[in-house]
């Protein structure tokens, strides 16, 4: 007798798929292990890409996802890997990222998608002008001749050398050239890109195998879910950004019907009802295979690829997220730049930091501990060591403080510490207005830190 599909269809606890996600995303590997280029890279290709990000009030999203996964990571490691070694290209997946070489023979298909987007897309034209074609190709033949270019490069004076909202022709050209895949960045300046003939970059841009759509859609699909270990077919369309939906969800009625994967119903942290999804066949085995959660804490970016997806992000973790930058500061719940704080698999918390840069100073300027979550001794401790880590991997050279704030109806951690390396706790809840409880200096020195109060001193911010 043939069961029916309900019951063929196995569960996936909120645990599991937290292990799975993490294990694809590089965050159950050891990350005291050396870190070196190759390793970066690796780590990046298992991954699948980074986020790249303007934003820099405490670390470069793609610097801050790797120093998630590596004690010991250095910035001219992916300068390496990018501007020298060619292993990774900066392109676009829902965002700009850095990705694995390896995808450029399936990334004809983005270049035309994005000349299809952007030749129906208005904004876009009123940037180009009103001779798109000649512009491009005058853009290219500098390029060309001249060698790689900034947007400074390029002057215009339309309208008393004003930028068309932020945006000069030139500027548009460029970037459009590098959507669809006739330009690439060869380098950054300043974060501002440096623009060459991907020709250049890749002399064997024309030669590889280009792949049908239909492979295209095998890859972009299989890739997707390897890295992700259990996910709905939205899930999966998503993760690159590559294919359509109904496509995803095509492939995934496919390969289920074929058992190349599996339907899975996924349980929810947050109190949710199961979730439909699928995963491949061996998932237990990888659930079994992946190391313990470690027993210490990272700051995460808010562009992580495990916080990236805030629905997935509430269903497998309970927590609940909301990047606030682009809020009204009065509107802004938390913060405008607030990390998510991960202890082993679980989100505990999330902090709101600052670098001065000029001071090589970094500060913490409010603390929340997620609902339920008892700040031990030693859970203050492992905050101490994951804020002085983040510190030195922010290249931190000054004295620190962490301002700790009581905010309405949330319980706060503040550091009170009594000698050198030794942190004391305490939470209480207040319904006043935030203010400043206590500060604590830090001055590091190499691996070890010693602490003092100063009394009073509230860096402004």
Same mark, same amino acid.
């Given at each position: 007798?043939?069961?029916?599909?309900?019951?063929?269809?196995?569960?996936?606890?909120?645990?599991?798929?937290?292990?799975?996600? %993490?294990?694809?995303?590089?965050?159950?590997?050891?990350?005291?292990?050396?870190?070196?280029?190759?390793?970066?890279?690796?780590?990046?290709?298992? %991954?699948?890409?980074?986020?790249?990000?303007?934003?820099?009030?405490?670390?470069?999203?793609?610097?801050?996802?790797?120093?998630?996964?590596?004690?010991?990571?250095?910035?001219?490691?992916?300068?390496?890997?990018?501007?020298?070694?060619?292993?990774?290209?900066?392109?676009?997946?829902?965002?700009?990222?850095?990705?694995?070489?390896?995808?450029?023979? @399936?990334?004809?298909?983005?270049? $035309?998608?994005?000349?299809?987007?952007?030749?129906?897309?208005?904004?876009?034209?009123?940037?180009?002008?009103?001779?798109?074609?000649?512009?491009?190709?005058?853009?290219?033949?500098?390029?060309?001749?001249?060698?790689?270019?900034?947007?400074?490069?390029?002057?215009?004076?339309?309208?008393?050398?004003?930028?068309?909202?932020?945006? $000069?022709?030139?500027?548009?050209?460029?970037?459009?050239?590098?959507?669809?895949?006739?330009?690439?960045?060869?380098?950054?300046?300043?974060?501002? $890109?440096?623009?060459?003939?991907?020709?250049?970059? @890749?002399?064997?841009?024309?030669?590889?195998?280009?792949?049908?759509?239909?492979?295209?859609?095998?890859?972009?699909?299989?890739?997707?879910?390897?890295?992700?270990?259990?996910?709905?077919?939205?899930?999966?369309?998503?993760?690159?950004?590559?294919?359509?939906?109904?496509?995803?969800?095509?492939?995934?009625?496919?390969?289920?019907?074929?058992?190349?994967?599996?339907?899975?119903?996924?349980?929810?942290?947050?109190?949710?009802?199961?979730?439909?999804?699928?995963?491949?066949?061996?998932?237990?085995?990888?659930?079994?295979?992946?190391?313990?959660?470690?027993?210490?804490? =990272?700051?995460?970016?808010?562009?992580?690829?495990?916080?990236?997806?805030?629905?997935?992000?509430?269903?497998? @973790?309970?927590?609940?997220?909301?990047?606030?930058?682009?809020?009204?500061?009065?509107?802004?719940?938390?913060?405008?730049?607030?990390?998510?704080?991960?202890?082993?698999?679980?989100?505990?918390?999330?902090?709101?930091?600052?670098?001065?840069?000029?001071?090589?100073?970094?500060?913490?300027?409010?603390?929340?501990?997620?609902?339920?979550?008892?700040?031990?001794?030693? =859970?203050?401790?492992?905050?101490?060591?994951?804020?002085?880590?983040?510190?030195?991997?922010?290249?931190?050279?000054?004295?620190?403080?962490?301002?700790?704030?009581?905010?309405?109806?949330?319980?706060?951690?503040?550091?009170?510490?009594?000698?050198?390396?030794?942190?004391?706790?305490?939470?209480?809840?207040?319904?006043?207005?935030?203010?400043?409880?206590?500060?604590?200096?830090?001055?590091?020195?190499?691996? $070890?830190?010693?602490?003092?109060?100063?009394?009073?001193?509230?860096?402004?911010?």
């Amino acid at each position: 007798m043939t069961r029916s599909r309900e019951q063929r269809v196995e569960t996936v606890s909120a645990s599991e798929a937290r292990t799975l996600l %993490m294990f694809g995303q590089g965050l159950r590997d050891d990350p005291a292990r050396k870190a070196t280029a190759a390793s970066v890279c690796r780590c990046i290709e298992r %991954m699948g890409f980074v986020q790249v990000d303007t934003i820099n009030i405490v670390e470069r999203a793609h610097h801050h996802i790797l120093m998630s996964r590596f004690d010991g990571y250095e910035k001219r490691m992916l300068t390496k890997l990018l501007e020298m070694d060619r292993k990774l290209y900066e392109h676009w997946t829902h965002d700009a990222s850095i990705i694995p070489v390896a995808c450029r023979a @399936f990334w004809h298909h983005r270049y $035309k998608k994005s000349e299809k987007r952007i030749r129906e897309n208005g904004w876009w034209y009123s940037r180009l002008g009103e001779n798109p074609r000649k512009l491009c190709n005058h853009v290219l033949k500098r390029i060309r001749e001249e060698g790689p270019l900034m947007s400074k490069d390029f002057e215009h004076r339309e309208g008393g050398n004003k930028p068309w909202w932020g945006w $000069k022709p030139q500027k548009a050209a460029l970037e459009y050239l590098w959507h669809t895949g006739r330009l690439g960045v060869t380098r950054r300046v300043n974060f501002h $890109k440096v623009y060459d003939l991907t020709e250049r970059m @890749f002399p064997d841009h024309d030669n590889g195998h280009r792949f049908a759509r239909g492979e295209m859609i095998e890859w972009a699909c299989s890739s997707a879910l390897q890295r992700l270990g259990v996910a709905g077919s939205a899930e999966i369309k998503g993760f690159w950004d590559l294919i359509k939906p109904q496509e995803a969800k095509t492939w995934c009625e496919g390969q289920a019907r074929k058992g190349e994967i599996v339907e899975v119903q996924v349980q929810g942290a947050d109190g949710s009802s199961p979730k439909l999804s699928y995963a491949l066949p061996d998932w237990k085995k990888k659930v079994k295979a992946a190391l313990p959660p470690l027993q210490r804490m =990272r700051l995460l970016s808010p562009f992580d690829p495990v916080i990236r997806d805030r629905n997935r992000l509430l269903r497998l @973790f309970g927590f609940d997220y909301r990047f606030e930058a682009f809020v009204p500061e009065a509107k802004r719940k938390f913060g405008y730049y607030v990390l998510p704080i991960l202890e082993g698999d679980r989100l505990v918390g999330r902090l709101d930091p600052k670098f001065h840069r000029d001071l090589g100073t970094l500060v913490i300027r409010k603390i929340w501990w997620e609902p339920g979550v008892k700040v031990t001794r030693k =859970r203050a401790k492992l905050l101490e060591c994951a804020v002085d880590l983040f510190a030195r991997q922010l290249g931190a050279t000054s004295p620190g403080m962490m301002i700790c704030r009581f905010a309405s109806s949330v319980d706060v951690a503040e550091f009170r510490p009594s000698r050198p390396g030794l942190a004391k706790t305490s939470t209480r809840r207040s319904a006043e207005r935030p203010t400043v409880t206590s500060s604590v200096a830090r001055i590091s020195s190499g691996r $070890k830190s010693s602490y003092r109060h100063r009394k009073g001193m509230v860096l402004k911010v």
